[in-house]
């Protein structure tokens, strides 16, 4: 069985200024990662993932996240945020021996202040 | 191309009523997976569909049974209602592929009173 730890529930970070969510997996196989955003009353939109290859993934609105096989983690960084990135973000893995069914971590919100 | 579509948007029912949730999957997408989320929680699965047929489940009780059609939509239904079932009910369409993306919709409120 694998699951996801999402170190930080809550970020809050001014406007223009980086921001890291930190996310933790724990599995018995290989693993694919991914992180999805969720805005207010919609449903998830994937930002980005790591099938394979090159650890640094770059996704949509200028995030990015890096896969580290020895610390099992997968951190999404933006350089720097915007009011619109406020929302809840999740990290997802499928293992590579199963399905493509996704386990999440509990989430972190994101609040983006002026 | 639409995306996927969940129906209806917010229900209320009450314990031990059943409840049928709906999904249009994504054109092309022959695959339909369900999560349940709990407030303040990331999305748990509940089973897949692929094909008509289910293609894997969560740790979900039986009166949590699903159906998927021809035409690669899904129903979700739940018997005997209970309160913890109150959640967003959220559907994701896919290609066949493993790895393939899973595109999902706005979901589906249920509060159970």
């Known amino acids: 069985a694998q699951s996801v730890t999402q170190l930080d529930s809550q970020v809050p970070v001014f406007e223009e200024a980086p921001v890291e969510l930190r996310c933790n997996y724990s599995?018995?196989?290989?693993?694919?990662l991914f992180w999805y955003v969720q805005y207010p009353n919609q449903g998830l939109q994937l930002l980005l993932k790591?099938?394979?290859?090159?650890?640094l993934v770059k996704g949509i609105n200028g995030f990015e996240a890096e896969f580290n096989k020895s610390q099992t983690s997968f951190h999404l960084r933006k350089p720097s945020v915007h009011i619109s990135d406020t929302a809840e973000y999740f990290c997802?893995?499928?293992?590579?021996?199963?399905?493509?069914?996704?386990?999440f971590g509990g989430g972190t919100r994101l609040m983006v202040k002026p | 191309e639409t995306g996927v579509t969940q129906s209806p948007t917010h229900l209320i029912k009450t314990r031990g009523q059943q409840v049928t949730l709906r999904c249009s999957s994504q054109?092309?997408?022959?695959?339909v997976s369900w999560y349940q989320q709990a407030l303040g929680q990331g999305p748990q699965f509940i089973f897949q569909?692929?094909?008509?047929?289910?293609?894997g489940r969560g740790n979900f009780p039986p009166r949590f049974s699903g159906l998927q059609f021809p035409n690669y939509s899904s129903e979700l239904n739940v018997n005997a209602l209970e309160l913890d079932d109150s959640a967003l009910y959220l559907c994701?369409?896919?290609?066949?592929?493993?790895?393939?993306?899973?595109?999902f919709g706005p979901g589906t409120r249920l509060t159970v009173l």
């Open positions: 994701a369409s896919s290609g066949g592929s493993k790895l393939d993306t899973q595109y």
């Open positions: 599995s018995s196989v290989s693993v694919y």
């Open positions: 790591y099938l394979s290859g090159s650890t």
């Open positions: 997802a893995v499928i293992p590579n021996n199963a399905g493509n069914m996704l386990t």
């Open positions: 054109s092309g997408h022959n695959t």
């Open positions: 569909y692929y094909r008509e047929e289910e293609n």
